[in-house]
């Protein structure tokens, strides 16, 4: 008995042993280490095709199809405020032939909850452009040309200049309750297109995103609604722009008054995975005759009414009703990963 009892206190002794031992190699392992904080840089980018350049309800490309493409570095300050800057490219027809649109453009968006603010500086860069109307003409005083970019009488009384570069800074704001998102969106320029004149453009965006359960295709395609109202204001342009003999009692040889104008366009988009697929009525209250003065359409009619910015009454439609169907890819590098 006492054998038994030696054996069972022997055993009780070397189980309790390896169990301390075993603890003892549990105790000395090193933790997982964490995983890797996310890297604060992303790059988006993307490109896209329309059936129609429409930028603020005036034709960019004379309502004919454009490519667009965009390259974005970012940089995450935190999750409430992003840096960024980026460049993007449309194919384009000017009135001065220009080659393309090359934008170049940086910011911040900050973020506070359901507001999301945006502020940058944007420009506009037009290379390749060729004088439109111009002849070997002495320039007035104040002219906003080059010497061998002079403005001419020509068929439509429409003149441009070869470089229509400018730039505008930029204010924007959306807050989202729900499926619904709106807000306003500012601009100034100082020389819009390069015409002299000062530019703002005044803005409200609204936005309603349906809901996943709403998915169109079984879920796979998600689809929003959304509209815009916009006004843009000008000042005067220098006398490159100016014109003789126009109806009285106003004549402009030392520039003239660009046109305001009321802008709008609303649609409705589709997107599935990477890509959308937007379709868009667009609309100005410009006159034909206001389109032709501000646009410089070359491919003006000369069947209008004369008016004071236009006294030969030439008519452009590049400012009225378009329909516009896109077709854009957008996303980041961090979501490949």
């Given at each position: ?238 006398p490159f722009y100016g014109v003789v003999g126009a109806p009285a009692p106003a004549s402009y040889a030392s520039g003239i008054p660009e046109p305001d104008y009321n802008t709008w366009n609303v649609g409705v988009g589709f997107t599935w995975k990477v890509f959308t697929l937007d379709l868009r009525y667009s609309d100005t209250d410009l006159s034909k005759e206001e389109c032709s003065a501000f646009t410089s359409d070359p491919g003006a009619t000369v069947d209008g009414t004369p008016i004071a910015i236009n006294p030969v009454g030439a008519r452009s439609n590049w400012c ?18």
């Open positions: 008995m006492k054998k038994i009892v030696l054996s069972a206190v022997a055993a009780l002794a070397l189980t309790t042993m390896a169990t301390t031992v075993f603890a003892a190699d549990m105790a000395v392992k090193a933790p997982a280490p964490p995983p890797p904080p996310p890297s604060p840089w992303d790059i988006a980018f993307g490109g896209g095709l329309m059936t129609d350049y429409i930028w603020r309800g005036v034709t960019q490309s004379g309502h004919q199809p454009s490519v667009t493409a965009f390259f974005e570095p970012r940089y995450n300050i935190n999750s409430n405020w992003q840096l960024y800057a980026g460049v993007s490219g449309e194919s384009i027809r000017f009135a001065n032939s220009a080659a393309a649109e090359i934008d170049f453009y940086g910011g911040i968006r900050p973020t506070f909850g359901p507001l999301a603010l945006d502020f940058g500086i944007w420009e506009y860069y037009y290379p390749g452009g060729t004088c439109y109307g111009s002849g070997p003409l002495q320039p007035p005083p104040g002219f906003g040309g080059s010497a061998s970019c002079l403005p001419v009488p020509w068929v439509s009384g429409n003149v441009a200049k070869d470089d229509a570069s400018f730039y505008e800074v930029y204010a924007k704001a959306t807050y989202t309750i729900d499926a619904w998102a709106f807000g306003p969106t500012f601009y100034y320029s100082p020389n819009f297109l390069n015409t002299g004149a000062d530019g703002e453009y005044l803005s409200g965006i609204v936005t309603f995103t349906a809901p996943s359960s709403w998915a169109l295709f079984n879920g796979q395609v998600g689809w929003y609604v959304s509209g815009e109202f916009g006004h843009q204001w000008f000042g005067t342009s220098d009225g009703a378009a329909f516009v169907a896109k077709l854009t890819t957008s996303l980041t590098l961090g979501s490949l990963k």
